[in-house]
């Protein structure tokens, strides 16, 4: 499975931001959104379980972010609103076959995408 993340960019706090992924093919159970702060390990932020449409949120970005999708187009689609500095990371598209309890494991998933930018300034 390739993905192909983007929608990333440079924001003051407040914004909002659209992510995308798009999957070459449907291989996956769990389409989820990680992301990497500089210097900080890589983090859950968003995951769906793809055949029956469950999302699932990390506590920090939960009423602010909200995953949908396109299933026909095997896409994913993250709508960041309310972004704060310190949302400010990398974020990757991720894929894999994980169960429920690994969803927000980054061991969960054997597919990622190439990172995209979103930078929130204060």
């Known amino acids: 499975v390739q993905l192909q993340a983007c929608g990333g960019g440079s924001v003051q706090a407040g914004d909002y931001l659209t992510l995308s992924c798009v999957a070459s093919?449907?291989?996956?159970?769990?389409l989820a959104w990680f992301r990497q702060a500089l210097g900080k390990e890589r983090e859950f932020v968003a995951a769906?379980?793809?055949?029956?449409?469950?999302?699932y949120y990390t506590d920090t970005v939960k009423g602010r972010f909200t995953l949908s999708r396109d299933i026909a187009k095997n896409t994913m689609s993250l709508q960041m609103n309310n972004l704060k500095p310190e949302d400010t990371a990398v974020y990757y598209c991720?894929?894999?076959?994980?169960?429920?309890?690994?969803?927000?494991?980054?061991?969960?998933?054997?597919?990622w995408g190439q990172g995209t930018e979103v930078t929130v300034s204060s």
């Open positions: 769906f379980r793809w055949s029956g449409g469950s999302t």
């Open positions: 093919e449907r291989a996956f159970r769990n």
């Open positions: 991720a894929a894999g076959r994980a169960i429920l309890s690994e969803l927000r494991a980054t061991r969960g998933y054997d597919y």
